[in-house]
């Protein structure tokens, strides 16, 4: 079946403007992750969804970031006022459960760029 | 403090050889999940094993194991007869329990494992 999809696959954008970045899961996940992973280091924990609702957004850096999930499916981060800071590949990943013992799965990234 | 610590930036394996590379983490919880991921120079991550708190038995999947030493809270992941697809990053992971009322995976820093024909 169909994995994780992630639009777009690089988006290049100033310094200032607003961005919005897709993440598709598989379907019938429940549990839904975004990470961001910078040069050199592993995925950093952003946000997690069960369902529609975030039930764990204490990884968002600042308020300049912001995720929603509204049917339970399909997620867009969105950042505000980006900054050359928040260039990094923006990972999603999904799971069927909310246990510690699920695996995710993850998409292929966004690679954001911000000049 | 860290919660996942992965002390080799990098690695070089002879082709055929095994090769361990090391993660050790902390928690507090008793409940926990333990995972590897591989990414290859093109970017996705590939899950390769999972280890649980309460397992008994150390996870083995084709040519990877999980040396899980609970007392020492490390979680070494084995590479078997490597191969040169084996050439990634890999990282190490943790998804603590729901009792800690977190639900995030934290990852190391990663591992770059070469290997050498």
């Known amino acids: 079946g169909a994995g994780v999809s992630q639009t777009p696959s690089n988006k290049v954008t100033e310094k200032g403007k607003y961005v919005e970045l897709r993440c598709d899961p598989i379907?019938?996940?429940?549990?839904l992750y975004w990470y961001r992973q910078s040069l050199g280091q592993g995925p950093e924990f952003l946000i997690y969804f069960q369902g529609t609702g975030a039930a764990d957004d204490s990884g968002l850096p600042n308020d300049r970031f912001f995720a929603v999930r509204p049917e339970g499916s399909v997620s867009t981060l969105k950042i505000q006022r980006t900054e050359r800071g928040d260039s990094a590949v923006y990972l999603c990943?999904?799971?069927?459960?909310?246990?510690?013992?699920?695996?995710?799965?993850f998409g292929p990234g966004t690679r954001l760029t911000v000049t | 403090a860290q919660k996942i610590t992965q002390t080799q930036p990098g690695m070089f394996v002879q082709e055929k050889e095994a090769v361990t590379l090391d993660c050790t983490y902390d928690t507090s919880d008793q409940s926990y999940g333990l995972f590897w991921y591989k990414q290859p120079s093109s970017g996705e991550m590939i899950f390769l094993i999972y280890q649980g708190s309460y397992d008994e038995q150390n996870a083995t999947e084709g040519r990877y194991s999980l040396n899980f030493q609970k007392a020492r809270k490390s979680a070494n992941l084995v590479i078997s007869a490597s191969q040169l697809g084996d050439s990634a990053m890999y990282f190490c992971a943790m998804r603590e329990g729901v009792t800690s009322g977190t639900y995030k995976y934290i990852f190391g820093t990663g591992t770059r494992l070469k290997v050498l024909a």
């Open positions: 990943a999904s799971s069927s459960g909310q246990g510690a013992d699920y695996e995710q799965y």
């Open positions: 379907s019938g996940h429940t549990a």
